[in-house]
């Protein structure tokens, strides 16, 4: 081990002239091992909260898209501008978003499934509003037992005319009371949920790597 800062490697994996405490010129510099912990830390962080702002989105819409953008703006900002890796930032957001339109449904619909409770519900109506961006598919359903209590849901809770007026059909109902019933897939669409399902998960991946790639490609200064 060499001392006085010519020609050694610290703890910290620095060249020459690193001063006691892993600092070259005023900066830190990580060893390969805590560099890695550290870009680690980060690759599951925001991944995991993307997919929580999606979920969030589905019970209030403006909270969730606040809560994915600040993510993205960090991830961004900490990628593209304290590490130096523009590419690795763009590929990240861009996942990052893409994520956020799948991971919604799935959170939506692994929720129901797994918590949500069967009500045999009549199809009182179904709407295509038309809007400017597309077909906008609404469904009026009512419960047949219990309470008898009427639902308006959207796209977002899988109302894409699968169902047609007068059919009986089981959804699911959210035991809190918080989110509007899930109708369940038509018979051509038996294949979507698993769609959702891989498309998310490569989705996460692909974040949670751009983003451990950037940070142990980082460019100190």
Known sequence: MMFGGTGGMDEFGAAAGVVPGGVVSGKRVLSPARKAVNSLKWAVAVPVLLLFGAGVAQWVTLLGVVVVLAVVAVATCLVGG????????TLAA?????????????????????????ADVVVVDVVDLHRKHGA?????????GGEQRTFEVSQMQNCFGQAKKGDQIV???????????????????????????????????????????????????
């Open 82 to 89: 304290v590490w130096h890796r523009a590419g690795a930032a």
């Open 94 to 118: 861009v996942a990052g978003f893409a994520l956020t339109l799948f991971a919604g449904p799935a959170v939506y619909e692994g929720y129901m499934r797994t918590v949500g409770e069967p």
């Open 136 to 144: 906008d598919m609404m469904c009026s359903i009512r419960e047949l």
């Open 171 to 221: 959804v699911r109902e959210d035991p809190l009371g918080l989110l509007d019933p899930w109708l369940p897939y038509g018979s051509e669409d038996r294949h979507t949920s698993e769609i959702t399902v891989v498309t998310t998960i490569g989705l996460t991946l692909g974040v949670g790597a751009s983003v451990f790639y950037g940070g142990q490609r980082r460019r100190d200064g």
